[in-house]
Every structure is written in C-alpha cells, then in structure tokens.
C-alpha cells in the first residue's frame, strides 16, 4: 500500500500570500496519477488537480500541482479568502487507492 | 455531465446491516470502473474499494478496515453501483461517496452512515 504524507499539518497564512502544501509518497506513483482536492466544512471534496498538474474545470489559474514519482506539490500562487480550507492528495496509481491526511490552510 | 447520487444511509446499530446505492448518469456505466469513499465525521477522506468493469474482469478490491463485511456490487442495466455493509462498527460511521475516475475524477454528494446503539 502506497503512503501519502502531507505537510505541513496546518499552515497559517495570509490573503494574498503563497501557498506551497506538500505530498510526498511511500514509493512511486504510476503514470503520476494523483490527484489534489479542497474540502470545506459540510461540502463534498472539490477535484482540484488530477494527473498531478492537470487542472479540473473551473478551478482559477492560481492554482497549479506538479511533481513526479514520489513527490508532489500544489502552488496556490496568490490566496483569495475563500481558499481557506483542508485540502488532500490521492493516488490512483494502485489500488488500494489511498489518500494523504490532510493539510489545513488557515487564515494567519 | 456525470452525475452520481448516494441514497440509502442511515442510523443503524452495531452489529447491524445496510446497503447503499449510487445512481450513475452522463457516462457509460457499464464501462466505468467505480470507487466508494468515506469520511468519518471530522476525520480524514478513506478509499473504501473498488469495482472494476465487467469487460475488466468485474473483481472487486475492499480496504483492509472493511474486507469481510462489506461488499460492492454493480447492476449495469440499472446504471447503479451498491455498497452492502454487514457487521457495522461504530467506527463505519461516516459519509459515503461513490466516485468514479474517466481521465478526471467525479464524486457524489455522498450520504450518511451512522452506526449507534
């Protein structure tokens, strides 16, 4: 089973800063196949990013992933307020699929 | 558009059954490989397993939390997707999503388990 570790835990920052949240896994992902979501309170998870660095429908340009093998990263390059949230990796490359923790973005 | 619809949670108690359905559209479900995911309440996102497409082979993969007790199942003629969950724990108790993966993933809203004495 492949282990996703995302950190940090929580990062506390401001509107308008960037953000860099980490995922790194236990062995390599096939074919990169990892995915970045963003969940907020009471909502289902919202697909940000799949194949890595391919963006999903509708989300801004301001946010980007990239990354291969073992190591992944999701760039929010400038926060707007709504962005504050807990946002998860997922890989698909082998079953069973897992998902990281989590990281928890706040307002600082 | 894909849509995906839970139905069927609700308040069980321990030791008890239920079975949850996931009504697919916009895609071609017989062809779809199809997921169950859960989220215990304030807890992080847990893949729950997999079904694979009949022309696929149809096997099923389950976590390890759930192997033994639960079970997924498809019915292509209804374009429906099931999760029978046996012997529930208090610790089942989360929200369920089905997903499905087609070049990008797509998720339901999800519906709620809850296992309570």
């Known amino acids: 089973e492949i282990v996703l570790t995302q950190s940090p835990g929580t990062l506390s920052l401001s509107p308008g800063e960037r953000a860099t949240l980490s995922c790194r896994a236990s062995?390599?992902?096939?074919?990169?196949?990892l995915a970045w979501y963003q969940q907020k309170p009471g909502q289902a998870p919202r697909l940000l990013i799949y194949d890595a660095s391919s963006k999903a429908t509708g989300i801004p340009d301001r946010f980007s992933g990239s990354g291969s093998g073992t190591d992944f990263t999701l760039t929010i390059s400038r926060l707007e307020p709504e962005d504050f949230a807990v946002y998860y990796c997922q890989q698909y490359g082998s079953s069973p699929y897992t998902f990281g923790q989590g990281t928890k973005l706040e307002i600082k | 558009e894909v849509q995906l619809v839970e139905s069927g949670g609700g308040l069980v108690k321990p030791g008890g059954s239920l079975r949850l359905s996931c009504a697919a559209s916009g895609f071609t479900f017989s062809n779809a490989w199809m997921n169950w995911v859960r989220q215990a309440p304030g807890k992080g996102l847990e893949w729950v397993g997999r079904i694979k497409s009949k022309t696929d082979g149809g096997t099923t993969d389950h976590a390890a939390p759930v192997k033994g007790r639960f079970t997924i199942s498809r019915d292509d003629s209804k374009n429906t997707l099931y999760l029978q969950m046996n012997s529930l724990k208090i610790e089942d108790t989360a929200m369920y999503y089905c997903?499905?993966?087609?070049?990008?993933?797509?998720w339901g809203q999800g519906t709620l388990v809850t296992v309570s004495s």
């Open positions: 997903t499905h993966y087609n070049g990008v993933w797509h």
């Open positions: 062995q390599s992902i096939s074919s990169n196949y």
